[in-house]
């Protein structure tokens, strides 16, 4: 574990945290207005190793053999020339910090990044974060790379789980959730819809699995992956015979089938790392899907709403509803695809170049 003191003072700004995988929603925005959730769970932190925040360079002045040593491949709005590895943290996990409000950009419903580091040492002054709170963002704070040092507790370490241990020991995450919209003039407005974390994840793995079809069509399993995948796949793919296969697969599911095409595998929740099958089907395309989201689809939960207070027997469940269904189709994360694809070599070919320009086609058909 680690706690991350001030590089100018070495005053102590956190708890004590263990290192998890990013989520692949930190820098997801949701919607307009709405009422996001804390990030990162309690006693965890993680690291974004690619640059983010101001000062920005636009597409234009940029060479592409520098874009391309920066694993970018394709053409963006702009790139960001700040400096990587910032560390993110729930709010609540901040110590000896205090907030600038000079710096406090956003106001829209909270803070953003809009005017550099909104968080400063308390012992010595210096900028050391932003705290990131506002509409349609997910809570947390970002410690800047250069204004804080990582120190080891104790020497303790924390070990890193098996697949068998992260199976036993992590939860699934629920394709449908709550959320609320801020400052509605109708009072209290929230509703069920699918799960932002959902929507993420599959705009990272419908980049994978577009180029993993080359060029083919491809067909998923039925149920949730069918709703998260085929409507997008069939819109931007073409119809025909030889279809790519894609099989779920991962710790404690059975073998995939031998003519498996394209796997959707978990990463690993502390490391990222994906899981890697054996045998016939180690040649397939793996495609990364969060743990959470991957768990879910592997072994869905069944409606087990915890007691109001207490616990309850073993077998005995409370008589609340299920969560209902969202009222629209699913429609994945275009901003997360979109980074995913650029990152991709792949997508130097002219067919999924095409793919990349044409979202306002994309947006009509109803895919994001």
Known sequence: MFVFVCAGCGA??????????????????????????????????????????????????????????????????????????AIVIAPGEARGTVLVPENAGGYCCGLDWGD??????EACGLPVANRIDD??????VWLAPDAVRRVPVDDAETATLSWVEAL??????????????????????????????WE?????????????????????????IAEMFQRALDALLPAGPHARRVFLAGPGLPAPDTDADILLVPTHPQTGELWSPTGPAASAYPVPMPFGVWKWLASPEPH?????????????????????????????????????????????????????????????????
């Open 12 to 85: 102590r700004l956190t708890v004590p945290l263990s290192q998890v995988a990013l989520p692949i929603h930190a820098r997801q925005k949701y919607g307009n207005g709405i009422q996001l959730p804390v990030l990162m769970e309690p006693g965890t932190f993680a690291v974004d190793p690619e640059p983010w925040g101001p000062p920005w360079r636009r597409w234009e002045d940029i060479d592409p053999d520098e874009a391309a040593a920066r694993g970018v491949c394709a053409p963006v709005h702009a790139l960001s020339e700040g400096a990587p590895g």
């Open 116 to 121: 550099g580091p909104n968080m400063a040492c």
């Open 135 to 140: 509409c349609s963002l997910w809570q947390a």
């Open 168 to 197: 036993a020991k992590g939860s699934g995450t629920p394709p449908v959730a709550p959320v609320a919209r801020w400052g509605s003039l109708r009072g209290l407005d929230h509703w069920w819809t699918w799960n932002p974390q």
């Open 200 to 224: 993420a994840a599959a705009g990272r793995a419908l980049a994978h699995l577009l180029v993993a079809s080359d060029g083919r069509p491809v067909t998923v399993p039925q149920g949730l």
């Open 304 to 368: 087990l709403p915890l007691p109001a207070s207490g616990t309850m027997p073993d077998g005995v469940l409370r008589d609340d509803p299920p969560a209902p269904r969202p009222h629209r189709l699913f429609r994945l994360d275009p901003s997360i695809f979109e980074h995913t694809l650029v990152r991709l070599p792949a997508v130097r070919s002219r067919w999924l170049r095409e793919i990349l320009e044409d979202r306002t086609q994309h947006l009509r058909a109803g895919l994001y």
